[in-house]
T-cell receptor, first 109, second 116 residues
Framework: GQNIDQPTEMTATEGAIVQINCTYQTSGFNGLFWYQQHAGEAPTFLSYNVLDGLEEKGRFSSFLSRSKGYSYLLLKELQMKDSASYLCAVTDSNYQLIWGAGTKLIIKP | DTAVSQTPKYLVTQMGNDKSIKCEQNLGHDTMYWYKQDSKKFLKIMFSYNNKELIINETVPNRFSPKSPDKAHLNLHINSLELGDSAVYFC???????????????FGPGTRLTVL
């Protein structure tokens, strides 16, 4: 079956760095997305990786290793507003988008 | 504003009733989706339409019937509502056609459905 694994919850301190991991087992691969979802709101796009390596976008970076079926989202200089759930999603060989259950990130002052 | 909009934002109803949720996107996208997010926050695809045609129909009870009058609208009608239908329903759209999920999906604000 197809599977996306992420930690259920993580806690970090304001100003620090946190890495949220995502491992996937899917039938083929056509890209990996990270979305952010604040409580009670809609998911919003953060990043898309289809080639191996690190994509940096301001305080957020996303890394992909296709051979390991692994990605991480790195958040630097954490702010209280970064408290949210972070969803990993993978497009498989049939171009179906498979969603992870999300990681709830709690930022403490 | 260009966006994905859905109405209503909150819907409280009795078991057995029939209700509809409307979704509209003015982004010029070809593909639209309906998702269900339950209390455990897991986002599950229900339907995907490309240019008014059904692309994806996951294992969803046939009480749920999507309708796409044009490519900018995808409405969701639910018959004989059950307690287990209580969830947040998100509409989304993406640029790509043919259900090619390599484009960013833009989500509507969600409709919180509560069935009593």
């Amino acid at each position: 079956g197809q599977n996306i694994d992420q930690p259920t919850e993580m806690t970090a301190t304001e100003g620090a760095i946190v890495q949220i991991n995502c491992t996937y087992q899917t039938s083929g691969f056509n890209g990996l997305f990270w979305y952010q979802q604040h409580a009670g709101e809609a998911p919003t796009f953060l990043s898309y990786n289809v080639l191996d390596g690190l994509e940096e976008k301001g305080r957020f970076s996303s890394f992909l290793s296709r051979s390991k079926g692994y990605s991480y989202l790195l958040l630097k200089e954490l702010q209280m507003k970064d408290s949210a759930s972070y969803l990993c999603a993978v497009t498989d060989s049939n171009y179906q988008l498979i969603w992870g259950a999300g990681t709830k990130l709690i930022i403490k002052p | 504003d260009t966006a994905v909009s859905q109405t209503p934002k909150y819907l409280v109803t009795q078991m057995g009733n029939d209700k509809s949720i409307k979704c509209e996107q003015n982004l010029g996208h070809d593909t639209m989706y309906w998702y269900k997010q339950d209390s455990k926050k897991f986002l599950k695809i229900m339907f995907s339409y490309n240019n008014k045609e059904l692309i994806i129909n996951e294992t969803v009870p046939n009480r749920f019937s999507p309708k796409s009058p044009d490519k900018a609208h995808l409405n969701l009608h639910i018959n004989s509502l059950e307690l287990g239908d209580s969830a947040v329903y998100f509409c989304a759209s993406s640029l790509a056609g043919g259900g090619i999920n390599t484009d960013t999906q833009y989500f509507g604000p969600g409709t919180r459905l509560t069935v009593l």
